[in-house]
Structures are given as C-alpha cells and as structure tokens.
C-alpha cells in the first residue's frame, strides 16, 4: 500500500472514529436522567434537590488557617501527607523537598535535590520514604533515615528513570512501599518496582494506545489499588487497570482544555477532575458517567477563565476543594453543586496562586501550597451544635 | 597548447558557454520511515475505532446517571465530615481532636472545644471558668449549658535539632522555637538559612 493511500486510509479512519464518539456522545446523554434537564450541569444536583438537600452553611471563622509553615524560598508546586502521621513533604521552586511537621511546624528534612525543576513530591506509605520529579524526567527516591552525605546532604537512595519527557505526578501504590506510579509528559504512565528501579509496566505510548499528550497528574483508587485514574492535556482522563497495561479500561471525555489534576472520589466508584476549561466534573468509573460539572464565574477583569490546578475532595466526599489559577480556592458542595465557601475570603488566605492541595490522612486538615512559598493548614475552627 | 587555445578563445563571446556539472538526482528509494509511520497511525486508529463499537455495545446494558447520583448521595449523606458543621451528639473525641487539640505548643486560644475532649485533654468544670481565661481553650463561656469545657495541658516542647553545625548560617536565618517556653537555642536544621 503506498503512502497516499495509508494517508486517505487514516482520513477515512479518523471520520470513523469522530462519528462512533459522537454517537457514544448522544447515548451517554440519553442515560443523563436525573432531573430531565438537558443542560448538562444540573444532573446530580438535580437528584440532590429533589431529596431536599440544600447547601452546607459556613460561618465566618468556621474554617480557620491553623498554621502556615514557612521556609521555602521559591513557590510550592506539590505537597503529600503521610498516611498515618502528621507530616508534610512539599516541593518548590526553589530546589528543595521539605518535609514538615504539621502539628509543630517544625522542619524535619529540607532535602537540597539534584534537579532543581521539580514538580511533583509524595510520601511512601511507611512514612520512611519520599519520591519526587520533574524536568529531569526522573523520579528520584530519598530515605529519610539515610545518612547525609558530607555536605550535608541527603543522598537518593534510587533513580527512576526510563521517561521521555517530565515526570509531572507521582504516587505510591497504598500500602505498597516498592510500587509507585508516575505521569509524564511522554505521554505515558508507569508502575515502578522501586526496589529495583524497574519499569513494571508502560501505560500509553505510541502503540498502546493511550493519552495523545502529556499525563499532568495520576490517582490511585484507595478501595482498589489496581486501578488509576490519570489526566492529560489531550483533555481526556483515562482509567488504567495495572494488570493490563496494553489499552486503558476506559476514557472519560468532557472537557473542553488540559486536564490538569484528578483524585478518586472516597467512595473509590468515582472519580474528581479539574481542567484548564475551568470546570470540575464528577465522573462514575464504572459506567462512565458524568455526573457532575462544577463550575462557576470568577470575577476575571481580563474576562479570562481562571483553570483549575489542583482538587481534593473531603473525607466524606460532600466537600469538593478547587484551587484556581487566579487564587481562588472554592469549597464546593459536591450535592448540589454550590460554592459554599472561598478561602481567599478567609483570614491569612494565600496571596498568591494556590497550586497544590491535600487532606490529612484522618479528613480533618486541608494543607494548600502556593505560588506565595507558604503552606497552609486549614481546619474546622467553629461549633458544633448539640442535638 | 590546444586546449589553452581553445580555454582562451573560449573566453570570447563568440563561443557557447559549456553548461557547469550538476549532481545527478538521487535514486527514488521509498520512503520507509514514513510510511510505517503511517501505517502506525492507521493501526491506532483503527484500534480505536474497535474499542469505541466495544464501548458502544455495553452503553445498551448501562445503568442511567440517576443510580450512580443515588449511590453518590447515599454514601456521603451518614458519613462524618470534620469540615461540616452538623449537629451531633456528644461524644468522644476522634482523630480531628486529636489533630487540633493534640500535642500543640502554639496558644491556642482560638480553639473552641465544645462536645467531648479529646483524650489529652482535661475536663473542667465550666463554674472554674473565669472571664480572664476565656480565650485561654476554655470554651464554657461560649455555650450556654456549659457542661463541657476542656483545657489544653501545659506541654513541653518537642525537641529541636541540635545546631553543633551552625557555623555559618546567615544572619537572618530565624531559628525559632515555637514553644513559648523553649529553651532552645536553634530549632530549624541549619541548612535551610543560608
């Protein structure tokens, strides 16, 4: 077959699959049944309006910033509790892995890392551990209980290496010390022996097929640790199963620009986004709905949307955190889809753009990162009524 | 001699110019790289096109949005929330207390503690509650029954790092403690100063 004729061959195929998504388009719209709307924001908010619900009420200090850790010198870009005990790890600008204290604070390790361009840190389940990468394309594994070396540096113990392009995400597999995922903008995915620094397996990638743009951010499913979420700038978020490697189980259209972050949902059957289009949306991983689209006008002078750069979502999931590019930081009420809160309103709100999010381990803290060099921690500082 | 004649008559204007060499084109061989590159993209596509008929017959047998929304709505409704102001009954402290009421040098006057006390935590009577420590964790004033106030113990500080090898942090490194009644010279690692 000659050229001409692949070329009118991948012409012919592309119409095909524009019109198959298109008809999948119209009959996941047809399922949309929850309160017979067509627009596509009021679905799940429908069904919580009918049930009664009505917004969670916040006071004026019933959200308060308990402590602001200071002693970065550039802006956090990522930031990870432990699982079991109150620390931080964070990343930034200006080089370095801190790892805080929460309670107290107080630093524990400032970790000076080889490749000052990083972008992602995360904690290992044992607390002994942190990885981190960046424009290296690495992924570069420290133990806290190493000794430094002689300038007083803590040495990495692995490199992970085998991307093509920037490591933009990392996690560990839960109660998994030796398995970590990573996200690249090669455009693929990878499960990592960390014990060995082996690549387990590729998700994506030229052939398999996979995102067609740079993976920005990964989730692992909490109830069941074979399954992750990612999210790339090819505005789609796919959902793996580590055991098949060779296609994703399924891929989630919507929205309308980069997906920049996505976290599973507590009840691991669901799954949140956020999106250079401004929007979060609410996607169920089995069926593949979209059960929710969150989005509101910022007050924007230039009259641009503000996008989405991280989310994370409260411990019982009725709480939806969403920091945007403009420094808002909504608290949405995933019931019915309302902001019930903005926590650059807040006292000691961040002054700059808050680019990474987290809830502590037991739901009762929120620490923000920011463009500012501070983290913060936010918890619930108002009354509870008796019955 | 004949052909310098010949070359020095050649530069008269009476004679044809000769026409310079040109390389011969090169021989068409087929371009390889491009079409399996091609042909791999096809193959994807195709590929796809596969996976969207597959994806296309299960949506017959899916259930509507509603189930997952209810599921949704049925889940996060009985679950606990430490962000959520609800009414609850009085009970022991979890983990949230524990956090905020833990082990903590800050004054944290701020902090009202009302329904149970963590397990750090000692209970007071609120007739013990005077006015000059209102803000002092004794949250009683604040609740008109005042059956529950708690106070925060008087803690030590947690150790700080030893700084035998500060010798040459910069003098605007701040190494506080932040423990009100520490002691301690250095409590930051040196190395983050300078």
Request: net charge positive; glycine share 8%.
């Amino acid at each position: 077959m000659s050229v001409a004729e692949l070329k009118e061959r991948h012409i012919a195929a592309t119409a095909t699959v524009n019109a198959l998504r298109e008809r999948l388009k119209q009959k996941r719209t047809l399922l949309l049944d929850t309160d017979g709307s067509s627009s596509c924001y009021s679905h799940f908010a429908g069904y919580a309006r009918s049930q009664g619900r009505t917004p969670v009420s916040f006071g004026p200090t019933d959200l308060v910033c308990c402590r602001i850790l200071q002693g970065h010198t550039g802006k956090v870009y990522s930031l990870d509790w432990t699982p079991e005990k109150n620390r931080i790890v964070s990343a930034s600008q200006d080089g370095r892995l801190i790892v805080w204290n929460a309670l107290t604070s107080q630093k524990t390790h400032a970790i000076k890392l080889p490749c000052a361009w990083v972008m992602t840190c995360a904690f290992s389940p044992n607390g002994q551990s942190v990885a981190c990468g960046g424009l290296d394309s690495v992924c570069s594994i420290f133990n806290l209980n190493s000794p430094v070396d002689k300038d007083g540096n803590l040495p990495v113990s692995r490199m992970l290496s085998g991307h093509k392009g920037y490591v933009s995400s990392c996690q560990y597999v839960p109660d998994e010390d030796t398995h970590l995922i990573t996200s690249s903008g090669d455009q693929t995915c990878v499960l990592w022996d960390v014990t060995t620094g082996q690549r387990l397996s590729v998700f994506g990638g030229e052939f398999p097929s996979g995102h067609t743009a740079d993976v920005l951010s990964v989730s692992i499913n909490g109830s069941n640790s074979k399954m992750f979420v990612s999210g790339s700038c090819d505005a789609t978020a796919r959902l793996w199963d580590t055991r098949i490697a060779s296609r994703a189980v399924r891929t989630f259209h919507g929205h309308e620009g980069d997906v920049n972050t996505v976290k599973f949902f507590p009840d691991g059957q669901r799954f949140g986004t956020g999106s250079g289009d401004g929007t979060c949306r609410l996607f169920d991983m089995r069926t593949g709905h979209q059960l929710q689209v969150y989005h509101q006008q910022h007050a924007a002078a230039d009259g641009e949307v503000p996008h989405v750069t991280s989310i994370a979502f409260s411990i019982s999931g009725r709480l939806l955190f969403a920091a945007y590019s403009n420094n808002d930081c909504y608290v949405w009420d995933t019931l019915v889809a309302k902001v019930v809160l903005n926590l650059r309103s807040l006292q000691n709100s961040h002054e700059g753009r808050i680019t990474c999010l987290g809830l502590s381990a037991d739901g009762s803290a929120l620490c923000t990162g920011s463009w500012d060099k501070n983290l913060k921690i936010w918890a619930f500082g108002g009354d509870r009524r008796e019955i | 001699m004949a052909a310098v004649s010949a070359a020095v008559s050649d530069c008269s204007p009476s004679f044809p110019s000769l026409t310079p060499p040109c390389p011969k084109a090169p021989p068409d061989y087929p371009d390889l790289y491009g079409k399996r590159r091609e042909l791999l993209k096809v193959q994807v596509l195709e590929r796809e096109i596969g996976f969207l008929q597959e994806e296309l017959k299960s949506v017959e047998d899916l259930q509507p949005a509603s189930r997952g929304c209810k599921e949704v709505h049925d889940f996060v409704m009985p679950n606990p929330d430490p962000f959520i102001p609800r009414g609850l009954k009085t009970r022991r402290s979890h983990g949230f207390w524990n956090w905020l009421c833990g082990k903590c040098c800050f004054n944290c006057s701020w902090l009202c503690c009302f329904g149970g006390c963590s397990l750090h935590l000692e209970k007071t009577s609120c007739c013990n509650c005077r006015a000059s420590v209102k803000w002092q964790g004794c949250c009683c004033l604040k609740k008109k029954s005042c059956q529950h106030c708690c106070i925060l113990p008087a803690l030590a500080c947690t150790d700080c790092h030893p700084c035998n090898g500060c010798t040459s942090c910069c003098t605007g490194c701040k190494k506080v403690c932040h423990c009100s009644n520490c002691t301690k010279a250095c409590c930051n690692p040196c190395h983050l100063c300078c």
